[in-house]
């Protein structure tokens, strides 16, 4: 059976775009790293963000963080600004070499 648009051909076609949305091969070997490292970059911020609303006990945060998908700026938003313990580096956080004794 086909349909009045012209034959069944077409619909698996996608429209004409080919295979892959008509990156073909070559799109495939670059669009597949770009993506894997979105991936990994959005999955350590999230992981980063999540942790520091639960330690912090900020149920909405951890429920918005959740739910929200923004590529980590959502994250690096609540981490450096909104969160009640903003990360930040200053000699209070972190720790004293103690002094080395000369022999």
Known sequence: MANFMGGW???SNWGGLGTSFGMGFGGGLVFGPIML??????????????????????????IALLIINT????????LY?????????NEQTVPMVPPQSGM
């Open 9 to 11: 051909d077409s619909m």
């Open 37 to 62: 490292l979105l991936i990994l970059w959005t999955l350590y911020w999230k992981y980063r963000s999540l942790w520091h609303a639960a330690k912090n006990d900020e149920k909405g945060w951890f």
């Open 71 to 78: 590529l980590g700026i959502l994250e690096i938003l609540y």
């Open 81 to 89: 600004f909104f969160s009640k313990k903003a990360l930040k580096h």
